[in-house]
């Protein structure tokens, strides 16, 4: 089976976003455990934006030696000059250069007609190639570019010796259909040539990035751009944690591998929230705190006869330590016998009856009940010690 290739951005692109930065010391945290994960590449920063974020990426490179280590440059010669200095330690260097493609940005932004453009990407690849031995071309906006003259830059970047193609939806614009398309247009233009990965990079403006970033892994992209929990500009990037389980939930249908360590997903997410003091909201996919808890009586029945009624992925996949069973008013009486078997309190029908009357009545009033909560009433209500000894924290709220 074919295997896609996660290049992890979110010490540069999700870095770069307002409230996530990160010192030296963070980046180096992360990147550890990114490497853990199992990620295909990291990218460490963009060196020429600050000596401080240069010095990070060498710091990176020297520390984690087991993953390609990515400097991101501007087609311009300082830039490209700095991140090969940045890069000097790497055990296995990519150099990242940018130009932007679009109409608009060359006309309104870089003030470049496009001949000015395929000689800055040519020139600035080969200078890149003298000095390091991978080289990833982004075309900026390419979602957004005259799709001939993207296929021209493409031949470009190939020809100088860049061997990843980036192609990014830098605004959050594409929809699926469109940004798979591109992709088949790029390839038959090339030839399908050996040798070349063709990559996607999408933002999440539309709340797209992740399907767009299937779709093009559809369209024959073999490594997509994203950051853990789609930290990233503006809305944000695609969520590395998304595009890894939906590869293997779905593996049939798209019949690729990723290198990605599913059970370290929520251990690298909750690790990021920690060092950017940014939660992640509960309703997030897979790494949210509701991602794996079922309040509703109906779901908490269809769990516990078998997890697959309302579970595509088990929560011990993703590394969440376990599901967990709300009890408030939407619960019903096999959760509660569920819980209360797990605090050691083995009811009867009358007594579990009873138990719920309670609960329900206090979830009114209180919306969640917790676990000192459930102990008090089951106590109340049994007038006995538990039967077993079990921790009070264990899954009961
Ligand atoms: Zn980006």
Known sequence: MDSVRIFDTTLRDGEQSPGFSMNTEEKIRMARQLAALGVDVIEAGFPISSRGDLEAVQQVAREVRTVPIAALARAKKQDVNAAIEALEPAAAPRLH??????????????????????????SMIRLGRNHVGEVEFSAEDAGRT????????????????????NLPDTVGYAVPDEYGAMFEQVRAHLDDPQGITLSAHCHDDLGLAVANSLAAVRAGVRQIECTVNGIGERAGNAALEEIAVALAVRKESFGVTTNIK?????????????????????????????????????????????????????????????????LGKHSGRNALKVALRNLGYEPSEEELAECYRRVTTLADEAKQVRPRDLVAIAHEVMRRRPTTVAAEASSAA
């Open 262 to 326: 599913l059970d370290e997903l929520f251990h690298s997410s909750r690790m990021l929230s920690e060092i950017t003091g940014a939660a992640v909201a509960p309703n997030k996919a897979v790494v949210g705190a509701n991602a794996f808890a079922h309040e509703a009586g109906i779901h908490q029945d269809g769990i516990i006869k078998n997890p697959l009624t309302y579970e595509i992925i088990s929560p011990e996949t993703v590394g969440v330590p376990s599901r967990s069973f709300v």
């Open 97 to 122: 250069i940018f130009l932007a493609t679009s109409d608009l940005h060359l006309r309104v932004k870089l003030n470049m007609t496009r001949e000015q453009a395929l000689e800055a990407i040519s």
């Open 146 to 165: 005259d799709i001939g003259f993207l296929c021209q830059v493409c031949q470009v970047a190939v020809d100088a010796g860049a061997t990843v193609l």
